[in-house]
């Protein structure tokens, strides 16, 4: 019974509290899928999915894993619309992150390569001219056997934050916690800034929370995996939040061109939204003080930590190396890799994996001045609102991201979550971004497999017809900003 003239109190949908419970028990399998056959330090190096299926309890981790991943992807998919409210998307995330945070690590043996690199900073060598195998690392058999003899491709930040996580957690198992850590810790930086975004851009929080933070790959990749791209979101998004906060204030631009720079010392790709938040931090048509302004913090940021690190600017050149892996998930590598094959069949080795990297780059630079040139025109337009002006500026720098991750050399599935969270409170559709998200949650196996590199063929020449049909696909739709293409008349005139 209700009291007279009081509403009843509103139920939450059974279809959300539903969602809520599915991808829990996904991310618990996922969980159980770690114990069994994560990439724990004694897992066996090189498996493949056949040798993974026929080793003991190899058929209850592939299903785990499987089931696990299907039920976390099809949960987050069903609200990527948005979740009830901002809380609901908060404490659902949550909830999904538990399971995680007390699994081995999955998907992913980098977090070994962090302690490495930590191990072989703490005792003296320069990680960005010694592999860790030459520099005595004692936990190199834990390390994938590619990133063994490579310099570390991160910046002085996170070198040094690898550091602290050795010194604090002494042996391996320490380290590695400490490692998971310190990428929470990033990730709830992230997440303290998110709803604030939100409301500058004018989006549901419940709508970016939700895409951003119950990603199946936050969860297996940012906390499981330890991977550093969570310190590297946090700080960006901090710094962004600076700039819309205070627009055009020299202080806050300062302080935000700090954070971007940090950002940057920890994973450099993330200098591709510097140009964006000066034009978020832009007063009217103050680009060139904002610039300015953020700049100078960002340089003064970059000499610290080279400086503070002892290590100069060693790391820039640590950057090269990060490409030694060929996958199909690259699209310029995947169209290397079918002119190689065409190649082949013609009694020619054309080495043009080089060569479409290369050219991508060259395109990235284009497509990033490009975005940027057309996002100060827009931001120029007078009488839009505060709102407007920020999701226009947040928007260019996402799709900055989303061009950076599709034109590297390499790609991780971790990687998607770059552009995920800056997509997340701009776009005004969410599938064309979620969906490569979700795919790419399918990627890994439990133990750091990378199923790419058992459909090197088959995978490069799909991504190739998606690269060549993609163009096609743009021009007949939409642009995602929310401005429609011209309408042409059929009447006669």
Known sequence: MTTPGVPPPIPGPPSARLVRYVGLVGALLLAVAGFLGGALPDAPLGATPASIWQAPGGPATLTCWFVGSALLVGAWWSLRAGAPSGRWAYVTAGLWVLPLLIAPPLGSRDVYSYACQGWTYTHGADPYTVGVAAAGCPWVETVAPIWRDTPAPYGPVFVLLAALAVGVGGGLTGTVVALRVIAVAGLVLAAYCLPSLARAAGVPIRRAAWLALAAPLVGVHLVAGAHNDAVMLGLLLCGLLVVVRRPGGPAALLLAGVLLGLAVTVKASAVVVVPFAVLAGASGRTVFR?????????????????????????????????????????????????VDYAGALAGRDPQAVPVARTVALLLLAVVLVALWWRTWRRLRASGEPVSDRCRVALHGAGLALVATVVLSPVFHPWYATWPLALLALTASRTAWFALPAALAAFLALPDGTNLARFTKAPGAVVMTVVVLALPLALLLRRSDDGTPRRRVSTQRR
């Open 290 to 338: 904002s610039g300015v302004w953020l700049g100078g913090g960002l340089v003064a940021a970059l000499l610290v930590a080279s400086a503070l690190s002892g290590l100069g600017f060693g790391w820039v050149g640590g950057l090269t190396r990060s490409g030694d892996s060929e996958q199909w998930t690259s699209p310029p590598t995947a169209v290397g890799m079918v």
